[in-house]
């Protein structure tokens, strides 16, 4: 066998190979992609209070309630406290904040937290027995999310602390 006869052998050999590694990475993206559907994940929320029965403490408990329904790791630590209640025309917005992080016992006390902005709106025109109004936007973001509308990501919070590290790193001497 000559040099051109073993490399001509070669290529089809590389060739059969990269042909059987491209079918079975597409039957196992179809096959993901098959139980992604078949996994119909149910976004939770709860039962809002009235805008009548609404408090600056019965809205965290509520924050507090909402945010148990979430499926992050049990080492995510969170301390939510109340901002401030705005005035508007037509409404009052109770704006309230949530900061998280996954404290160690190597680092107990976290370099960076990710921070959840929770609003509560009380209509002045609506009825007072409709619920609250409710929603929420994460730091660095200005995408608002409603509570049963979306699915909260416990990636959103690990993507805003390692910003924060990496800009720290950036930034120091």
């Known amino acids: 066998m000559d040099v051109e006869d073993a490399d ?12 059987n590694v491209i079918r079975d990475a597409k039957e196992h993206l179809q096959d993901l992609q098959e139980k992604e559907r078949e996994a119909e994940y149910i976004i939770q ?7 009548k029965d609404f408090t600056v403490e019965r809205g965290q408990q509520q924050i507090e309630e909402y945010m148990s329904t979430w499926e992050f790791h049990e080492s995510w630590l969170h301390w939510s406290d109340y901002l401030q209640e705005e005035e508007l025309k037509y409404s009052k ?17 976290p370099r960076a937290t990710a921070c959840i902005y929770f609003i509560i709106e009380i209509s002045k025109i609506k009825p007072p027995t409709l619920p609250v109004e409710v929603f929420f936007i994460l730091e ?34």
């Open 45 to 51: 929320n709860i039962q809002w209070t009235s805008c």
């Open 93 to 109: 917005r109770y704006h309230y904040r949530v900061r998280w992080s996954i404290p160690t016992c190597r680092k107990p006390i």
């Open 140 to 173: 660095s973001n200005k995408l608002i999310h409603r509570p049963g509308q979306c699915r909260v990501r416990e990636k959103w919070l690990k993507d805003i602390i390692e910003s924060k590290r990496i800009l720290m790193d950036s930034i120091t001497f």
């Open 8 to 19: 001509a052998a070669i290529k089809e050999k590389a060739h059969v190979v990269i042909e």
